[in-house]
């Protein structure tokens, strides 16, 4: 245990430098979103996605750990809430063309038909 404790620190020491220039704390919410993507995606998970939504949920806590102890303060606010369904479609609905609506811009329509030149 000891070992993997020891290895585990040093390939998080790697990361720490990146934290502390992380002014706005862009890691710790793509992290902590992550995760609640992840949970909320899962309906009746396998026995696998249960051990990846555990190692998820213990690297999140350890990144978590390590942001707040890299940094005194952020810019700016860091919090995120819980994603919540019912709201993230209605947002979805109301701010986002979908592609079969025919006010879909051309050049989006293109690219989903494979039309995209490059």
């Known amino acids: 245990m000891k070992v993997f404790f020891k290895a585990l620190n040093d390939e998080e020491s790697k990361i720490i430098p990146v934290l502390e220039k992380d002014n706005i704390g862009w890691i710790l919410r793509c992290a902590v979103n992550e995760l609640d993507w992840y949970y909320s995606n899962l309906n009746e998970p396998t026995e696998k996605e249960q051990e990846q939504l555990y190692i998820i949920q213990l690297g999140t806590a350890r990144l978590i750990k390590l942001a707040l ?50």
């Open 69 to 118: 102890e890299s940094r005194g303060c952020f810019d700016a606010p860091v919090l995120t809430f819980r994603r919540q369904k019912d709201m993230s479609m209605k947002a979805i609905k109301n701010g986002v063309w979908f592609r079969n609506d025919p006010a879909w811009p051309p050049c989006c329509a293109n690219c989903f038909k494979g039309n995209r030149k490059n």
